[in-house]
């Protein structure tokens, strides 16, 4: 009937001494007990009004009791509403955790400083009714502009015109200051502690809001200006990502003049002019940073991600371009997440594969530089797509496969690898004529041997150091041999896919066959590189 | 023997319905006639039969759950006047069950429908909740109370004609008895009235209702003193203004019209005007005044207290700050200024400001009292030359006990949380209250505790010193407020009535009165003089926390711990508008100096500014339409975190208002 069951009263009676406690005393004692524990409830509620506080603690409890002339409880003193702790395995049941202290630690310990003494500060809530924008106070939502300004033209003349007025923005002296000073060390000292600290105060101060457009013109016209100062483009970018970070800057309004300078440094063609000038990493830093404005203002800006992703599309496909600009747009379009990665790049990768594949050969590309960039957009691309079939694979342990259930799905696994390898054979022999460009008996004789190398021994085989992008003559023949074992790879797949389907497999296995496919595609055309992108147990699965 | 015991179910069942009278006369006739018994049987089996068939406690269920349902469609035209019936019988059901000792019952009743309730009565079904046995019903105030008086409730003829019918037809005589021995009803004539959130609607009050009424319509005399300051700066600017008389001209249009609405203001208050008239000094007063006196409502009226007389100098100052006064409206609002107590530990319990906003006092749990000098923050190190030499004395000692430099005065002589603290007019003494039952008198100049006034039996809440200073007002858990002057440790005047603990205190502009705020959700006017209770404000759905007058001294607003901030009519007694907007406590209410606008201090870390003038028309203009109309909120200060925990404006209109910064998260 209570609240309080009788348990607890029978406990609580134990705890004390009494220990042949009848049932029925419990019973009647618990809902004296309720009624007490809500009235002395309430008196607490009345001194934590009092104290001016909304969150009740164990001294308004003490208080309350100490009204009641009942002896407080003590031990529960805190500084703050205590924190319970949900007990493992229990629904309701509470407790206040209790940490045992080494008593050698205390002892040890080096004394607590001082708590800092009560003070006050003085600010400005608002002048005059208008909150003036200072760190002291909350960030003001809007600048609004005067409206009255407009009305009071189109009343004086009468005329149709519409004449806008020049917005009156306040710029506080302080906050010129602070421009201008951040401005100078982002143009000549990017190095110095002092612009570190310039970038976290733009990343935290409150009250910035005002300097936005300041920050957004500025950086669009020094980008602009300064393709060759790489320097100068890092610090630039750093500063947009400062303004990001910042909780209380409203930055929407000002991404369409941010974009363009940031899309800049990522696929510009040169960046910086010295040959020591890492541009790379400057790459990857803004394309982490176009990634994270995507992901910000994605939802509320409907056509950003479309936008940004055409053009980093555009510079990809375009092989007029230049080796770097490529590399930005793969950096861009990696960082934009997984999905991404496999409905733009993969699609393309192939015939992307086929253009990069003689850059990146000793033979056929003589100079360095250009061989070192396209060994660049290798790794890139690698990359880009590991961590697609990473994510890919990553969905699949939805089962949690109890073992004779792996154990069929990997003999199943195995029966379809070797049908395939089966299939490939027979269509090689029933149907010669049809292939075409990797139709000499040479070859095939090297991809009946290598094919099944790789698919049962990629364990055995050290990962070759592909993503180093060491040029080793080695992987860039076996590179070879795979691009070409790449088509024939496709027609077989045609064909099992078609077994399966006679097969009438499930469902869920033809969603696992697809991204087995995309796994054997990928690892056809990069090698074991890829293979460092699966976990353990997907590869044991796929193998 | 047969018919002893018919006659023993006869008074029970009458003792039970509250017939005492019937009951009397009752047994006068069977003393009279005993011999006339064979009908009597008759009667008696059938009374016999009839309480039998009602002693089940599921009849209070079922009868509750047929009003319900029937409320529940009834017209849409007639049933929000219905669904007030609702919650008396709800909780006079749940009472009556637990009475009888049918404690499952009663929790399964008051699970069942508490829902319907929760809405607008959260507080009090919390309270009742606990009720688990009879004796409870006897020892808790709230339910004694509620056992004690009747519910009123205005319902127009018709629904109640449609209830009775009713009740009447289902036979559910269960609840019709609670409803006759519960509720009282205010039968209108015409159409049910349009506003179904008419806060008087349903009202109950400690007494009866009569008693409430009687309470609310002795006048009172909210004019200001005579001979105030004020009126003494305007005689002087008249005195400067004659040689502009264009300007002068100007004033007296304004001045009309500021007549008018005095005139307005006195058909309000008729009964106050009257006894004006009565009192020949105030009424001369009123006659000898110049015409071109720019004070509009009520005639002056003379101070009931010996008021002290200020110094000359401080008089000075004081018309210096008049005169150099900002005039605010709703175009013009104040500047606000915000003091923000860091590293207060959660320790904080209430603060305060000086009237010229120079000095803070701040009081703490571990019950000390700091008070911070704001015009010497600035300027540390040449302050030690300017104090006077007991000051510096008094300051080396404070400072050589701390250890450090201290930015603050420390005060300690509590033995509990200090909950207030508050400020004399000239700013040379601070009193404090605290929850050792005391109060203490401390001197700013002299850094030291004058007097502690022993009083009270249980902790103070809240202390006030009046608008002239010498005479405090404080008020305590003991549900006493109490008046005190400096010069005497026993209390002048105590003022008892309210239900539950007396939670704020504040004064009147013209020190004839003191208003209070309590937990059992009234606010009470009390007269200085007599010690009486002359108004008690019905509204509000929470325990008051904060008051504030009008300089004028015509309204009243009061705030509670859901964020209502109520304004009243004192003369009427009336709710003007109930301003809604804050989500939380409001600590701190203000009005500005000239009484243009108010301002109010929240635990949801605002500042908000109300426009009073707008308000108080607005409710004009419904009282003659009838139509609801709120009052217009004119900016909202939003602080990062801290909440408001005491506003205050100083005479030159600076708004002051001071928090502790609450850590996020």
Not at chain 1, 16 to 32: K, Q
Request: charged content about 20%; aromatic content about 8%; overall charge negative.
């Amino acid at each position: 009937m209570s609240i309080v069951p009788n348990e607890t009263i029978q406990v609580i009676a134990e705890s004390i001494g009494i220990n042949n406690l009848s049932p029925d005393v419990a019973l009647a004692v618990a809902p004296d007990v309720e009624y007490f524990m809500r009235q002395i409830m309430q008196e607490a509620i009345k001194c934590m009004r009092h104290s001016r506080r909304t969150t009740l603690t164990a001294d308004d409890v003490d208080a309350a009791l100490n009204l009641k002339n009942v002896e407080p409880i003590y031990g529960f003193a805190s500084g703050g509403p205590l924190r319970f702790k949900r007990a493992v395995g229990h629904r309701d049941l509470f407790y206040i955790e209790d940490k045992d202290v080494d008593l050698n630690d205390v002892i040890e310990a080096s004394l607590p400083k001082a708590p800092l003494d009560t003070a006050i500060t003085c600010h400005w809530l608002a002048i005059e009714g208008v909150q003036p924008a200072i760190p002291e106070n909350a960030p003001v939502e809007v600048i609004s502009a005067p409206a009255d300004a407009k009305k009071l033209e189109q009343k004086e003349d009468n005329l149709p015109v519409d004449i806008k007025l020049p917005v009156k923005h306040v710029l506080s002296r302080e906050l010129q200051l602070y421009f201008d000073k951040v401005a100078e060390l982002t143009l000549s000292e990017s190095d110095s502690v002092l612009f570190k600290e310039a970038l976290v105060s733009l990343a935290t101060d409150s009250g910035l809001h005002p300097l936005v457009p300041y920050f957004t013109c500025f950086i669009a016209d020094e980008v602009s200006r300064g393709l060759n100062n790489f320097p100068l483009l890092f610090a630039l970018m750093r500063v947009v990502s400062s303004l990001l970070q910042n909780p209380h800057i409203h930055i929407e309004p000002y991404l369409h003049q941010l974009m363009p300078s940031v899309v800049t440094c990522l696929v510009a063609k040169r960046l910086g002019s010295r040959l020591a000038d890492n541009h790379w990493e400057l790459r990857d830093f803004t394309a982490n940073l176009v990634a994270s404005i995507c992901k910000r203002f994605g939802p509320v800006y409907g056509n950003l991600q479309s936008r940004l992703t055409k053009t980093l599309l555009n510079a990809f496909l375009d092989p007029k371009k230049a080796m770097t600009q490529h590399y930005g747009a793969i950096q861009g379009l990696g960082a934009l997440g997984p999905n991404v990665v496999r409905l733009l790049l993969l699609p393309n990768l192939e015939t992307y594969m086929r253009l990069l594949e003689p850059e990146m050969l000793l033979e056929k590309q003589k100079n360095e530089m250009k061989r070192h960039e396209a060994w660049r957009v290798y790794g890139a691309l690698l990359r880009a797509a590991g961590q697609c079939i990473y994510d890919r694979l990553k969905i699949f342990p939805t089962f949690p496969s109890p073992p004779h259930h792996t154990v069929w799905k990997t003999n199943a696994k195995v029966l379809t690898s070797a049908r395939k390898r089966k299939a490939s054979t027979e269509q090689l022999e029933q149907q010669p004529p049809l292939k075409k460009a990797a139709a000499d008996g040479e070859s095939r004789a090297v991809i009946m041997n290598s094919s099944p190398v790789h698919k049962q021994g990629e364990a055995v085989i050290p990962a070759s150091s592909v993503d180093d992008s060491i040029i080793g003559s080695s992987s860039s023949a076996q590179m070879k041999n795979e691009t070409t074992l790449d088509v024939q790879v496709r027609n077989n797949r045609g064909d099992t896919q078609a077994l399966n389907t006679s097969a009438a497999l499930a469902q869920v296995w033809k969603d696992e066959l697809n991204s087995g496919r995309m796994l054997v595609s990928l690892f056809e055309l990069f090698g074991e590189g890829i293979l460092s992108f699966i976990r353990a147990p997907e590869m044991y699965m796929f193998l | 023997m047969e018919e002893e015991k018919i006659v023993g179910y006869v008074t029970a069942f009458l003792k039970k319905k509250g017939f005492t009278q019937t009951e009397k006369i009752f047994q006068e006739e069977f003393q009279h006639n005993k011999s006339c018994s064979s009908l009597e049987a008759d009667i008696g089996n059938h009374l016999l039969a009839f309480s039998q068939l009602e002693t089940g406690p599921a009849r209070f269920h079922d009868g509750y759950s047929k009003l319900r349902t029937w409320t529940y469609s009834s017209l849409d035209l007639y049933k929000h006047e219905l669904l007030r019936v609702l919650y008396p019988v709800f909780i006079h059901c749940f009472m009556d069950l637990v009475a009888k000792g049918h404690l499952q019952e009663a929790r399964n009743f008051f699970n069942t429908f508490r829902e319907d309730h929760e809405m607008m009565h959260l507080r009090d079904l919390q309270k009742l909740e606990g009720v688990l046995s009879p004796a409870h019903l006897q020892e808790m105030e709230f339910a004694h109370s509620l056992r004690q008086s009747k519910f009123n409730i205005k319902i127009c003829e018709y629904s109640n004609e449609l209830l009775l019918q009713h009740l009447h037809s289902t036979q559910s005589t269960t609840i019709l008895g609670i409803i006759n021995e519960h509720i009282n009803f205010q039968v209108t004539p015409g159409q049910p009235s349009l506003i179904s959130d008419d806060p008087e609607a349903v009202t109950l009050t400690g007494s009866s209702q009569e008693a409430a009424n009687q309470i609310n319509q002795k006048e009172i005399h909210w004019g200001l003193l005579e001979d105030s300051l004020e009126e003494r700066l305007e005689k002087s600017g008249a005195f400067l203004s004659d040689s502009e008389k264009g300007e002068g001209e100007a004033k007296e249009g304004e001045n009309d019209e500021t007549k008018k609405r005095s005139s307005e203001g006195g058909k309000q208050g008729a009964s106050a005007k009257k006894v004006k008239k009565d009192k020949g000094g105030s009424a001369t007063g009123k006659s000898a005044k110049p015409e071109a006196n720019n004070i509009p409502a009520a005639p002056r009226v003379k101070p009931e207290l010996a008021l002290p007389v200020m110094p000359t100098e401080v008089e000075q100052s004081i018309l210096e700050d008049l005169r150099n006064r900002v005039q605010l409206s709703n175009v013009a609002l104040p500047s606000v200024s915000f003091y923000t107590f860091i590293n207060t530990h959660n320790g904080l319990s209430c603060s305060s400001i000086s009237h010229d906003g120079s000095l803070i006092a701040g009081g703490f749990s571990d019950s000390s009292l700091k008070v911070w000098d704001m015009a010497q923050l600035g300027q540390q190190p040449a302050s030690s030359l300017l104090q006077g030499e007991n000051d510096t004395s008094q300051n080396e000692q404070l400072l050589g006990q701390g250890g450090g430099k201290r930015q603050y005065t420390l005060f300690q002589g509590h033995s509990g949380p200090v909950y207030a603290a508050s400020f004399s007019p000239v700013g040379d003494f601070i009193l404090s209250s605290s929850a050792d039952s005391t109060i203490r008198l401390w001197s700013t100049k002299l850094n030291a505790n004058l007097v502690c006034y022993k009083g009270h039996n249980y902790p103070v809440w809240d202390v006030q010193f009046s608008p002239v200073g010498h005479y405090f007002a404080s008020c305590s858990h003991d549900r006493t407020a109490r008046i005190w002057s400096m010069d005497r440790i026993q209390p002048l005047r105590i003022m008892a009535g309210h239900l539950s603990d007396v939670d704020c205190v504040q004064w009147h502009a013209n020190c004839n009165y003191i208003a209070t705020g309590s937990s059992d959700k009234t606010v009470r006017l009390w007269d200085v003089q007599s010690g009486e209770c002359v108004r008690v404000f019905v509204g509000h759905r929470g325990m008051i926390l904060s008051l504030a007058m009008s300089p004028d001294g015509r309204c009243m607003a009061s705030g509670d711990e859901d964020g209502t901030i109520m304004m009243w009519d004192l003369s009427s007694g009336r709710c003007l508008t109930p301003l809604i907007g804050h989500t939380s406590c409001v600590w701190s209410l203000g009005f500005s100096s000239e009484g243009s606008i108010l301002a109010s201090g929240s635990a949801d870390c605002t500042v908000k500014l109300w426009d009073v003038n707008s308000s108080t028309k607005v409710s004009r203009i419904e009282e003659k339409g009838g139509n609801a109309n709120r009052l217009r909120s004119l900016k909202t200060l939003p602080t990062k975190s801290t909440p408001v925990y005491s506003l205050r404006f100083s005479r030159r209109n600076l708004l002051f208002a001071a928090g502790a910064l609450a850590k996020s998260g």
